[in-house]
């Protein structure tokens, strides 16, 4: 088992910076890939950017690209998403997910743990 906690959500004006981060615990060793989803009001949750165990690969929703920027620490267990330039659309509750394959996935069936979401809201 994998337990992971998000941290760092709050409400931000359009512009701003926010870093996230999502500590593993337990067995973190079994999150190979790890990864961020967010949900909208009223939306599915969706894919926002994973990262490969070693750092090297990462794979970007391109409504994010450009703008987020995901990280890991393995040493620490820890995996980082920093969000620049956030815009209200990017108003969501963002979740961590962490599986086992060594393929980055996009979809919530390729993740076999997850976090409890942590709330960014973003509004002038």
């Known amino acids: 088992q994998v337990q992971l906690v998000e941290t760092g959500g709050g409400f931000m004006q359009p512009g701003d910076s926010l870093r996230l981060s999502c500590a593993a615990s337990g067995r973190p060793y079994s999150a190979n890939t790890m990864a961020w989803f967010r949900q909208g009001p009223g939306e599915e949750r969706n894919f926002v950017v994973g990262i490969s165990r070693d750092g090297m690969t990462t794979d970007y929703a391109d409504s994010v690209k450009g703008r987020f920027t995901i990280s890991r620490d393995n040493g620490k267990n820890t995996v980082y998403l920093q969000m620049d330039d956030l815009q209200p659309e990017d108003t969501a509750v963002y979740y961590c997910?962490?599986?086992?394959?060594?393929?980055?996935?996009?979809?919530?069936?390729?993740?076999?743990?997850w976090g409890q979401g942590t709330q960014v809201t973003v509004s002038s």
């Open positions: 997910a962490a599986g086992s394959s060594l393929r980055i996935g996009l979809w919530d069936r390729d993740y076999d743990y």
